[in-house]
């Protein structure tokens, strides 16, 4: 426990990490409020102790509640009490704000004894001028490695990973390994395998430090290591890594270069955060928001990147129109069709979002392919049309009594069953298409559906109540 100032007292108290949060998980306002009074008050000793044994997401929690100027001032007051690693948790606008207004020494000094993973999340936001500011201004080891992660991919398994892992020689006793463990002051401050490389670093296997500490000192680490390691390219896209992590429920993985040398390590915490931005990517795209859409962007950033997918919509929403401008005339002839007609749209383009957002999400996780896409293509078909049915019932059964007249509730009937059938097929015929030919059904299957769902349910209305009615 530290001792330290308490949010709303102004004597030393118990202060334990906990207490930042509610019983919801939020940052407590008095805690903010509390980091603000200080740092106006400049008092740069009761706020190190403020936030001395703060995790690193509650401090990144704090930033983002902070106003831009306290923000800085919190970070100049603390000085080299700073975790950096705070910054890996902000939007990254709150990220690149802070970094611009900093000198490159103090960021240079700031990360240079962070985790490369974590070093590399701050500095990718910079330009590349920046950045080389930043790295000529660090020791000559943690630069050379910072400059190799930026030589991958970005997305990439060699941005992600950990360049800190424990490596010995194959002739090495379990004893000599213990050992070196024990004595060697420069150790990941995490790590549950320990790594078998020839001269040239090529790996040849791991040993779990379970089987290890199971073994007597002079037994060779040979003869326990497993061979069968499951390896990562550096250049290896970071969703299917996150895919193999998932799979196979992987704590850690070798990452190698393309000459097959043991470069890094990446571990499950690297992959949750993985997950969670890979999955951020796919709900903002089926939404038709850009994937790096953050809170804290301004409202001009937010509108121009939202424009896009809203233009598309307008134009696939003229298509729809045009349809109802070919049926004006009954249209007039009977107000009935005018005012059910968004019904049969909406629910159709209801049905195609729910299967477009299960197929998306499948195609992501590779459930979804050749093999089986016809099973699921029928699957959701049937899953149309019985909740077509259903609602066909509900729908004409209420159209009927309320313009007293079973004709119309018949036509709304046949309309539901049909563009629900439809918006099910589109929802996951139009992603598979799209991922045939190699683009994100998350990105673009949005306004392709809701074009089917809407041409389709105006249309096939329409049409059955023109020949019902002989309108």
Request: glycine share 6%.
């Amino acid at each position: 426990m530290a001792e330290t100032v308490s949010p709303g007292t102004s004597g030393p108290v118990d202060w334990r990490e906990e207490d930042w949060r509610d019983a919801d998980g939020e940052l407590r306002a008095d805690v903010v409020e509390a980091v603000t009074r200080l740092v106006a008050a400049r008092d740069r000793e009761a706020l190190a102790a403020l936030v001395a044994e703060a995790h690193e997401s509650d401090m990144g929690a704090l930033i983002v509640q902070l106003d831009a100027e306290d923000r800085l001032a919190l970070v100049e007051l603390l000085g080299a009490a700073f975790d950096f690693t705070a910054l890996t948790e902000v939007d990254e606008t709150i990220r690149l704000e802070m970094l611009e207004e900093m000198e490159p020494g103090q960021v240079a000094d700031g990360i240079a004894n962070l985790e490369t993973d974590d070093a590399v999340t701050i500095l990718s936001d910079l330009d590349e001028q920046d950045r080389e500011q930043i790295l000529d201004r660090m020791p000559e080891g943690e630069r050379f490695a910072l400059k190799r992660a930026f030589d991958y991919p970005e997305e990439s398994a060699g941005r992600r990973m950990k360049d800190d892992f424990i490596a010995v020689a194959p002739f090495w006793t379990v004893g000599q390994v213990i050992d070196h463990l024990r004595e060697s002051a420069d150790l990941p401050d995490d790590f549950t395998e320990i790594f078998i490389v020839d001269p040239a670093y090529r790996l040849l296997g791991h040993v779990r430090l379970d089987r290890l500490l199971r073994t007597k000192r002079p037994v060779v680490v040979t003869e326990i290591m497993e061979e069968d390691v499951r390896t990562v390219l550096a250049s290896e896209d970071q969703e299917d890594v996150a895919l193999m992590f998932e799979r196979y429920n992987l704590l850690s993985a070798p990452v190698l270069d393309e000459s097959g040398r043991l470069v890094g390590v990446l571990t499950v915490d690297d992959i949750v955060d993985v997950i969670e931005e890979e999955a951020d990517e796919d709900i903002k795209a089926l939404g038709g928001v850009k994937a790096d859409e953050e809170l804290s962007d301004s409202v001009w950033t937010t509108a121009r990147g939202r424009f896009r997918w809203l233009l598309i919509n307008l134009v696939t929403a003229f298509a729809a129109t045009t349809v109802l401008k070919s049926f004006e005339m009954q249209l007039e002839a009977m107000v009935a069709l005018a005012i059910l007609a968004p019904i049969v749209a909406s629910q159709g383009g209801s049905g195609a979002t729910q299967t477009m957002t299960v197929a998306v999400r499948a195609l992501a996780t590779r459930d979804l392919g050749h093999h089986n896409a016809g099973r699921v293509i029928r699957r959701e078909a049937m899953v149309g049309l019985i909740n077509g049915c259903l609602f066909a019932l509900i729908t004409g059964t209420v159209a009927s009594f309320w313009f007293t007249n079973a004709g119309v509730g018949l036509v709304i009937g046949l309309a539901l069953i049909c563009n629900l059938v439809a918006g099910s097929l589109g929802g996951v015929l139009i992603p598979l298409t799209l991922d045939r030919f190699k683009v994100d059904p998350a990105i673009s299957s949005g306004p392709f559906v809701t074009t089917v769902t809407d041409v389709t349910g105006f249309f096939v209305f329409l049409t059955i109540a023109t020949w019902w009615f002989r309108l």
